[in-house]
């Protein structure tokens, strides 16, 4: 038999038995707790791995492309969602971290081209069981840094043995250049402590520009390719 434990990746379980929010005292909740707290964004990251998943072959089997490059996932750390609940002013209770934080299951997505991430999304979003909660485009309205994705919340149902838990799910959908980017720029900010040098940070607009610029040639490449095929099939 699969303990539970076993289902929560092993750095994850690691921290639960060293460091039950070490961080936030007052949390106080055993480890059996926390776990099976964590656990239910475990399910929920599955099921949406499996949506993506499906997705994905389906869409080779009919069409012979794939519009999705590669997939990651992760769960938070119980020290970062401790860190992050306690730096946004919320509790520590199970409660409080349900309601604030919808980041603990993530799944990023990246595509080849700008006009698949919304085609997946799209996809996505509109299954039955899937309730977007929040989008943030970050595609069309860039950040000040330059960072590119499209961003989801979604809210997936898992059901337990007797209950059903409404499970949020941060999905990340973005190209392999925007991918590419954020990559560099979250090093170059973890060694920066998040103080860039003016410089650098010109560079990297720079660098998120010229990002863009090649999606966009890309795309319309794609596009024009796609008008030629049909010339010449007629
Ligand atoms: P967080 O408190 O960081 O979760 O931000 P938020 O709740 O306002 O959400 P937002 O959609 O802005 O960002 C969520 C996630 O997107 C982050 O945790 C990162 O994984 C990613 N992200 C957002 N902005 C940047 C950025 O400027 N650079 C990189 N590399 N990643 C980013
Ligand atoms: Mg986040």
Redesign the pocket.
Known sequence: MIEADQLIPRPVRRELRANPFERGAELGTAVGDLSAFMMTYKFGLDEVLTKVGILREEFTFTHDVNPIEHVKSRLKSPASIAE?VLR?GYGLQPESIRRHL??IA?V?ITCSFISDVYRVADMLTRQQDVKVIRT?D?IRDP?P???Q?L?LILEIPVFLSDRVELVPV?V?IRTAAMDF???L??KI?YKYHGDIPAGLMEELQEAATVAGNLDRKMERLRTELGQRDVVERR
């Open positions: 992050k946004k919808l980041d993530g990023r943030r970050y950040k840094n330059g960072y994705s961003h941060e990340q980017w954020a990559g720029e979250h900010n």
